[in-house]
């Protein structure tokens, strides 16, 4: 690991400071050193003691960029991925850009090659959860007929103290909506199985939360081997993320929050650890692995422009 990093974050939301926190006790850990500077759409809001410590320099968005960085963090608000990628493209050597990648499919190939040259990840931090890597190493996609995935949760337990209808999921001018806050799925289910080549989906507003964007997303797709169901919404009160596998001679069910996977017929459990800062810190780990060229980059923005065109059924 380099003695020094110069990193910049763009936004500072409950996720941007777990990164924080993950990024600062990666370097500690390696006997480095950082200096981070937060970029921030307003100073009105004063930063925590605790971030205070790890932030160097505070400035805002709309003004100069005031250095060149190794590394910068863009988690601001989805709708703002894009102009805050091509606007740093040139002060920087990598990106680390928060799930979805941009906030429209519809993205221009020229846009997209100005950032080549350049090592852009795009988060997707389930692929490191446990139980999922127990699904990508050890079952046999070739014995695989159907899946069906559901994600469903309460917007307003999402991000405790904050209003959920100030948030950026309430909206969709910023981006927000289940389909995308929630592409995490279609991003492991794609890498587990593969891409779908045929998709349908119902995507729209159901619920009595006070929001204008997307709380249900519902898909049907298939491709030449096997067949997804996958549901997602804000509404249900009961948080749930589950996998089920049915293959020729078993149905596994895979329980993402509990950590857990059951093997219905042999009637066998395995469990894992699950706690939700392990596989967002090895996320961090892989980021820095290929920062550093130990490994190449296997979440690109082609890839995430790719799984936000499944997440609004464009194939």
Known sequence: MMVNYNIAFVGMGSIGKRHLGNVCDLIALKGGNCTIDLYRSSMVRKLSNELLEKVQNQYLCDGPIQRDYDIVFITNPTSLHLETALRF????????????????????????????????YVACPLRYNSVLQYVKNKIDPGEVIAVRAITSSYLPDWRPGQDYRQTYSAHSCLGGGVNIDLIHEWDYLSW????????????????????????????????????????????????????????????????????????????KTLCFEHERNIYQMAEIKHFFDIVEGRIANDSTVEHGVKILNLAKSKI
Not at 235 to 247: N, S, Y
Request: aromatic fraction near 10%; glycine fraction near 6%.
């Open 89 to 120: 493209r040139d002060h920087t050597k990598a990106f680390f850009i928060e799930k979805p990648v941009f906030s429209i499919g519809e993205v221009s190939l020229e846009q997209i090659k100005r950032l080549d040259g350049i090592s852009a």
């Open 192 to 267: 587990i199985f593969g891409m779908p080549t045929q998709c349908k989906a119902i995507i729209g507003r159901v619920s009595n939360l006070e929001i204008d964007s997307n709380d249900i997303a519902l898909y049907v797709a298939r491709n030449d081997r096997m067949t997804f169901e996958v549901h997602l919404d804000y509404f249900g009160r009961k948080a749930q993320r589950i996998l089920e596998i049915f293959t020729h001679n078993d149905t596994i069910q895979c329980d993402i929050i509990a950590g857990t996977i059951s093997f219905l017929k042999e009637g």
